[in-house]
């Protein structure tokens, strides 16, 4: 591989989401192979083209839960520096990426995020607007289509409670927002000012919360339909630990970023130990390519033991 540069560079917005991604149209996103199950979204043309045809499970009542990550080849889902250790490091911004970020996210009826993840991006806000602004109306137009809310419930899981509620996640008012958190997380959010619309839900007294707890919030919040867990590592694992993750989709950035030994650079399941033991095998269904990029879909329903054929 040649090319030491994603070929579309955007720039981080004042929310800390994507401004603009310039005058250059995405690239078509080629379907490669899919298996996946569900009904095609109603994407209108612009995000059809960025993305494909694209299946999801819809309204059965519970939730049905789809992770997102982005790796580098060589597996690092975070570049631990700071200020350079958010998602759109590992994939140069490459705005395919974003788009299809910015339609599950305009999909889904809720967006979870570990605290770690809301701390490394603290002016954004989880809604597709904010990760790719240049679409906000076809984003819109599939949210209509699909007869959902304006915006995706947003929640951040965080078992100290140690979150700035006066930053625009809670206090900007696009989205509904809830922290699920520990007992004392709550009392520690309860003793500054809680931003009219936000949820505190005090799930449990241990520091590590289940991801049934997370799920079962967010259903007593009235939110049922598809949720979307956008990381980070620690999160993931622990939602993996509860076979609690339906589908991942993983975008395979086209760089190396490497390790030292001085810095740990997580892949995108950290504080966890599946294999050999208690392995997490996925199944495979569904491969996409746009430029160097690969974006993969496996389904861990069920959570597999076995190796799958
Ligand atoms: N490449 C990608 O696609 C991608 C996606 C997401 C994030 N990231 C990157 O990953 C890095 C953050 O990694 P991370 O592992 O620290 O993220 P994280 O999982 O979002 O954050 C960890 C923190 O979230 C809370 N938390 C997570 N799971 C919990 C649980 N089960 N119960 C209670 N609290 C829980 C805790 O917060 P408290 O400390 O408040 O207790 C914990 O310290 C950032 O650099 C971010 O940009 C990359």
């Not at 192979?33 to 612009?46: C, F, K, T, V, Y």
């Not at 494909?52 to 570049?79: K, Q, W």
């Not at 705005?95 to 490394?120: E, K, Q, Y």
């Not at 622990?238 to 993983?250: H, K």
């Amino acid at each position: 591989m040649t090319r030491q540069r994603p070929p579309t560079r955007v720039t981080a917005g004042r929310a800390g989401g994507i401004a603009s991604a310039g005058s250059t149209p995405p690239e078509r996103m080629e379907v490669l192979w899919d298996r996946s199950e569900g009904q095609p979204l109603p994407l209108p043309a612009s995000l059809a083209r960025a993305c494909g045809e694209i299946r999801l499970p819809r309204g059965n009542g519970g939730l049905h839960l789809i992770a997102n990550f982005a790796t580098s080849l060589d597996g690092v889902a975070s570049l631990s520096l700071r200020a350079r250790s958010s998602g759109g490091d590992i994939t140069g911004f490459y705005p395919n990426d974003r788009i299809l970020m910015g339609v599950l996210r305009a999909a889904s009826d809720v967006v979870i995020v570990g605290a770690g993840t809301f701390r490394a991006a603290p002016r954004h806000v989880w809604t597709a607007p904010h990760i790719y602004t240049r679409f906000a109306s076809p984003f819109a137009r599939l949210r209509a289509r699909l007869g959902k809310s304006p915006a995706p419930l947003q929640v951040v899981v965080s078992a100290s409670g140690r979150l700035d509620l006066r930053l625009p996640m809670f206090s900007s008012g696009e989205a509904p927002a809830m922290v699920v958190t520990t007992r004392s997380g709550a009392r520690r959010l309860e003793r500054g000012k809680v931003p009219a619309g936000v949820r505190i839900a005090p799930v449990t007294g241990r520091p590590v919360i289940r991801a049934a707890e997370v799920l079962r919030a967010t259903r007593d919040a009235g939110v049922t339909g598809l949720a979307l867990l956008e990381g980070g590592p620690h999160l993931m694992g622990d939602f993996l630990a509860d076979s609690a993750v339906d589908e991942l989709f993983l975008t395979l950035a086209p760089q190396v970023a490497g390790r030292t030994d001085l810095a740990e650079r997580p892949g995108f399941v950290a504080g966890r130990s599946f294999a050999p033991n208690n392995p997490r095998w996925g199944v495979l269904v569904g491969v996409r390519r746009s430029g160097s990029y690969l974006f993969l879909r496996a389904s861990f329903d069920g959570a597999r033991r076995r190796i799958p054929e």
